[in-house]
């Protein structure tokens, strides 16, 4: 038993949990899946006093088709989301990213939005949700508002929800027939964190001409990044393979990664060109690119 | 509540069970100290090494990562719970005879994980079964027989669990 001492309350309804943590300030933690912060909380690297667990509230489990978008409760078991047919058709960006969170263990536990109101920078989910200009669905006490990925995600750990705020749900934009999205990540092991990961999301013309690109980063600052530079290159319409090569250079010089025990600067952004370069071949054609 | 306990009810291995713990009891110590089920293993208490992994409603977790009043009403099968019996299970008897175990901390982890995993895919070729396995760490096999004993357990039982 490693975890520090805590009050544990497990409501079954949000209303119950939104009353709860309005009244107990910020010293309580909510507990989705618990594949990242229990590890914190064994590790007594987070000591909350109240502990509020989502885990009761069946509501908050859902993947409902709203306005072309796909709306994912904060619950919804990642495994869940992975296996189902509306996000690898309505979302498959989203479908293609989810392997990667964890192994399956880990991944039948832990939930859609747990992964990204905790907000490690290794995380894929904030990079798909920059990508797909994924709305952020926020409740607190009486009161809803909804936040743009680009707003949500303030540094490593650290989102734009406030005290008393959870993370209700998240409304992905469906992908329609001129949408072609991949994503990608190396790291040192195959489940283990990665290094560097770019999630793609493409629009293309009758032509096959790029119409819009957006891509995001991970794993080269304290939140994913868009990579503008290379957007715009590939916006260009051109998606020849000097196109693609020229938007992956753009990426590398673009990004402002550090050192670490794990990848050094240099490394970091030869990946980031490496991954756009691959997760736009494989946007593109479908078939995925042997490592570089 | 703080440092009061809980009651906690659980199916393990068929059978109901009922203890006090307190809120911040993970479901390993509560399978290990409460009931005695000492084939869950406990490694490295983040959820990396893959040495505590039972089986949750069916599906694989980490027994580290729960708190057991979390997972109260759950059923939970630890490796004590593969066979009714006692015997060695199919997967248990391949890892057996391929030799697919040295000091055998992480085979509990390793033979649950393969429950789940050739229950999804019964026919798993060697690429998916290392990458089935991929987040269970074995320190002394160097895997080669481990991956052996899943295949040779699948060829064994097909579509069977266990």
Do not use: W
Request: glycine content about 10%; charged content about 20%.
């Amino acid at each position: 038993m490693k975890p520090a001492p805590f009050e544990y309350v497990a409501p079954e309804s949000e209303a119950e949990v939104l009353d709860l943590l309005g009244r107990h300030g910020d010293d309580v933690r909510l507990l989705a899946g618990g594949q990242s912060l229990v590890p914190m909380l064994n590790l007594r690297i987070v000591q909350p006093a109240v502990i509020i667990d989502l885990g009761r509230c069946a509501s908050l489990a859902y993947l409902n088709d709203e306005n072309g978008a796909l709306v994912c409760g904060t619950m919804t078991r990642q495994i869940t989301a992975e296996r189902s047919p509306d996000v690898r058709q309505g979302c498959p960006l989203l479908a293609a990213a989810l392997p990667y969170l964890g192994g399956k263990a880990h991944r039948n536990r832990g939930t859609v939005g747990g992964t990204l109101a905790h907000a490690d920078r290794l995380a894929e989910l904030p990079a798909v949700a920059l990508a797909l200009d994924a709305e952020l669905i926020v409740r607190s006490e009486g009161a809803e508002r909804t936040v743009a990925a680009v707003d949500f995600f303030l540094s490593d750990l650290t989102t734009s929800l406030e005290e008393g705020e959870m993370l209700h749900a998240i409304r992905f934009p469906k992908a329609g027939t001129t949408a072609r999205s991949a994503f990608a990540e190396v790291g040192n092991r195959r489940h283990g964190f990665a290094v560097v990961g770019i999630a793609a999301a493409l629009e293309v013309d009758s032509d096959g001409a790029c119409a819009q690109a957006r891509l995001a980063a991970m794993g080269v600052g304290a939140t994913p990044v868009r990579l503008a530079a290379a957007e715009q290159i590939l916006e260009q319409g051109s998606l020849s393979a000097d196109a693609v090569c020229a938007a992956g250079d753009a990426a590398a010089q673009a990004v402002d990664p550090t050192d670490d025990i794990h990848a050094s600067v240099a490394y970091r952004r030869r990946l980031t060109a490496t991954l756009v370069q691959r997760t736009v071949h494989e946007a593109m054609d479908g078939t995925r690119r042997a490592a570089a | 509540m703080s440092g009061g306990t809980v009651e906690v009810r659980l199916t393990v291995n068929g059978a109901d069970v009922v203890r006090r713990v307190e809120p911040r009891y993970l479901l390993v110590d509560f399978l290990r100290h409460e009931l005695g089920l000492t084939g869950t293993h406990i490694g490295c208490e983040q959820g990396v090494c893959g040495a505590c992994t039972v089986l949750l409603d069916g599906v694989t977790a980490r027994s580290c990562l729960h708190f057991a009043v979390q997972v109260a009403g759950s059923e939970v099968t630890t490796i004590e719970g593969v066979t009714a019996d006692g015997t060695l299970s199919p997967i248990q008897a391949a890892f057996h005879s391929n030799h697919a175990l040295q000091c055998g901390y992480c085979t509990p982890g390793f033979v649950l994980t393969t429950v789940e995993l050739l229950r999804e895919n019964p026919t798993p070729d060697e690429a998916e079964i290392r990458q089935g396995l991929t987040n269970n760490i074995c320190r002394c096999t160097g895997y080669v027989n481990i991956i052996k004993a899943v295949a040779e357990a699948a060829s064994n039982m097909p579509g069977r669990e266990g």
